[in-house]
T-cell receptor
Framework: KAGVTQTPRYLIKTRGQQVTLSCSPI?????VSWYQQTPGQGLQFLFE???????NKGNFPGRFSGRQFSNSRSEMNVSTLELGDSALYLC????????????FGPGTRLTVT | EDKVVQSPLSLVVHEGDTVTLNCSYE??????LLWYKQEKKAPTFLFML????IEKKSGRLSSILDKKELFSILNITATQTGDSAIYLC??????????FGKGTTLSVSS
């Protein structure tokens, strides 16, 4: 069974731009969660989607948004990029919301210059 | 404030040593404790613990949860260089997502 895939793997953007990251969960998984990982803050939860609905949201500004499609694929968007948004963005899938045996994708490394 | 604290932050051992990694948590509506291993890429799932006092084992790795004292430990016996990684623990809070600790960086030298 294929694992979680994320595209692109690496991205360089400049301040003020916006970016869209994509995540395809493991086949059959309906919950997708997004995390930001930085050396200083570690792994921090952004939001979770289940059945195309945002179920939970972390403590991030409104510039961070996401959505989930009917095939469970999810996208995350960051608008008006700031230098501090440079991070590894990880998505994780699980069978259902609340069943937290989550499986992570390889991540997208975003660098904001 | 909900939090998960891991210790030590980093650890250097020799091959063959046994290590114990610690994770304490203060999380309201706690449901389970998870351990992940992260090398140069995505975290990989190790264990999920929901009941106190029941050890989970996978090869040389084992973990146990103490819900009274609010902590968990991850043991690795007969360490190998391939065990070098960041070990993350996370608490699942009901109705929300995983709250991660900052991780323990383990380096195993040959």
């Amino acid at each position: 069974k294929a694992g979680v895939t994320q595209t692109p793997r690496y991205l360089i953007k400049t301040r003020g731009q916006q970016v869209t990251l994509s995540c395809s969960p493991i086949s059959g998984h309906r919950s997708v969660s997004w995390y930001q990982q930085t050396p200083g803050q570690g792994l921090q939860f952004l939001f979770e989607y289940f059945s195309e609905t945002q179920r939970n949201k972390g403590n991030f500004p409104g510039r961070f948004s996401g959505r989930q499609f009917s095939n469970s694929r999810s996208e995350m968007n960051v608008s008006t990029l700031e230098l501090g948004d440079s991070a590894l963005y990880l998505c994780a899938s699980s069978l259902a919301s609340g069943r937290y045996e989550q499986y992570f994708g390889p991540g997208t490394r975003l660098t904001v210059t | 404030e909900d939090k998960v604290v891991q210790s030590p932050l980093s650890l250097v051992v020799h091959e063959g040593d046994t290590v114990t990694l610690n994770c304490s948590y203060e999380v309201t509506n706690f449901r389970s404790l998870l351990w992940y291993k992260q090398e140069k890429k995505a975290p990989t799932f190790l264990f999920m613990l929901t009941s106190s006092g029941i050890e989970k084992k996978s090869g040389r790795l084992s973990s146990i949860l103490d819900k009274k004292e609010l902590f968990s430990i991850l043991n690795i016996t007969a360490t190998q260089t391939g065990d070098s990684a960041i070990y993350l623990c996370a608490a699942h809070q009901a109705g929300t997502a995983l709250i991660f600790g900052k991780g323990t960086t383990l380096s195993v030298s040959s």
